[in-house]
C-alpha cells in the first residue's frame, strides 16, 4: 500500500463511532483515552476532529468514554505536589435567564474557609453571561497562569481559572460551537476535569439525562466526593422555585438526595439582566428574594457535599449564617 493510501490512525475511531446504526459502538474506556490523547498531541486531522465530535455528539457519551478523555487531559496538566484547593467549582454554560448568583455561593465559601477553584472559559455562545466577565464586579481578576492561581487560593481562598490557562487544546474545541452549532463532549468532559486535584467537586449540568452519566463517570475517575446537580441554566446554581435532585459519589458509593423547592410560586424571570445586581446584592444596596434564595440553596448543597453539615436542614441554616455574616465591603473597588 503506498503511503498516500496508509489509513490514519484516527480512521479507527471514527469508524467505530460512525459504522451505522448497527455496525457502531460507544469507545472503551482506553479507546476513548487513546483518541483523546492523540487530539491532544495534535496528530488528528481537523476534518477528523469535526467528524468526532459530531459523531460524539449525536450518540451522547458514556461514562466511560468520559473517563477516558479526562485521563488523557490530566496527563497534560502540570504534576499536583500537593491539595491546592478544596473545592473544583466548573462554569462553562454561561447565564441567559437570571444572573450567575452562583458566585456569591463560591464567595460565601471562600470567606468561610474553603478554597474554591473555579474553572471556565471565555464566551462561547451568545446572549450569555460568563463568569471570568462578572469578576471585576467584585475587583477579582482571572488566573493568568496555573502557578497565579494557587497564589489566589493561598491568600483568597477562591480562585478562577480559564480553560486557555490550563489546557489551550480544550479551550480551542470549545470555541467550534460557533461553527458546529451545536454543543459538543468537551462541554461535558471540561466539567470532570478538577485540574488542582480537589478532595470535592460540585458541577452543574442542564439536561437531566447527563446527571447520571457525570456521576458514574466521577466514580471511574477514583472522584473521593462529588455532586452534580441540574442547575440553573447548566451551571451549579439551585434555582429556589424548583426542587433539585442531587446526584453524589461518596467514597466509591453513588447516592442522590432530592433538596425540595424554597418557594411555592414560582418567579418571573427578569426581563434584563443587569450585572451590577450582583455586587449590589453582596453589599446589601438592593434586595431579591429569588437571588438570596439561591445562593443560600446553592451553598448549602456544597456545604453538605464538604460534610460541614449532616442534613439538609442543618446545611441550609448554616449557608443562611454565612450569608446573613458576611463581610459586606469585601470587594470593595480598588
Not at 68 to 78: K, N, W
Not at 182 to 205: D, E, K, M, W
Amino acid at each position: 500500500m503506498s503511503t498516500e493510501n496508509k489509513e490514519h490512525p484516527f480512521a479507527e475511531t471514527i469508524r467505530i463511532l460512525g459504522k451505522g446504526k448497527n455496525g457502531s459502538r460507544p469507545l472503551t474506556q482506553e479507546e476513548a483515552y487513546q483518541a483523546m490523547r492523540m487530539i491532544l498531541a495534535g496528530e488528528v486531522e481537523e476534518i477528523q476532529l469535526g467528524a468526532f465530535l459530531m459523531l460524539m455528539r449525536v450518540k451522547e457519551e458514556t461514562p466511560e468514554e468520559l473517563a477516558g478523555f479526562v485521563l488523557a487531559v490530566r496527563e497534560t496538566l502540570p504534576k499536583h505536589r500537593s491539595q491546592r484547593a478544596d473545592l473544583d467549582w466548573s462554569s462553562y454554560a454561561g447565564k441567559r435567564r437570571h444572573l450567575p448568583w452562583f458566585i456569591l455561593s463560591s464567595l460565601l465559601l471562600a470567606e468561610n474557609g474553603v478554597k474554591v477553584l473555579m474553572h471556565g472559559s471565555a464566551p462561547h455562545s451568545d446572549n450569555r453571561l460568563f463568569v471570568q466577565d462578572m469578576l471585576p464586579l467584585f475587583s477579582l481578576a482571572p488566573a493568568q497562569s496555573v502557578t497565579e492561581a494557587e497564589s489566589q487560593l493561598q491568600n483568597n481562598n477562591f480562585a478562577y481559572l480559564s480553560l486557555e490557562q490550563f489546557c489551550p487544546a480544550l479551550n480551542k474545541m470549545i470555541h467550534l460551537r460557533s461553527l458546529m452549532g451545536l454543543r459538543s463532549p468537551v462541554h461535558t468532559l471540561v466539567r470532570l476535569i478538577n485540574p488542582f486535584n480537589a478532595p470535592y467537586s460540585i458541577q452543574g449540568i442542564f439536561h437531566p439525562s447527563y446527571r447520571h452519566v457525570h456521576q458514574e463517570a466521577g466514580l471511574l475517575l477514583q472522584q473521593p466526593n462529588m455532586a452534580v446537580l441540574k442547575g440553573e441554566g447548566g451551571e451549579t446554581e439551585r434555582n429556589p422555585d424548583m426542587q433539585c435532585l442531587v446526584q453524589s459519589v461518596h467514597n466509591n458509593e453513588l447516592s442522590e438526595e432530592i433538596w425540595p423547592a424554597l418557594f411555592t410560586r414560582r418567579h418571573v424571570k427578569p426581563e434584563l439582566l443587569e450585572p451590577k445586581q450582583l455586587i449590589q446584592l453582596w453589599r446589601d444596596e438592593w434586595q431579591d428574594e429569588f437571588a438570596q434564595a439561591s445562593i443560600i440553596g446553592t451553598t448549602a448543597v456544597a456545604l453538605k457535599l464538604l460534610g460541614k453539615a449532616a442534613s439538609q436542614a442543618d446545611a441550609h441554616d448554616l449557608a443562611s449564617q454565612y450569608w446573613y455574616k458576611r463581610n459586606k465591603n469585601a470587594y470593595a473597588p480598588r
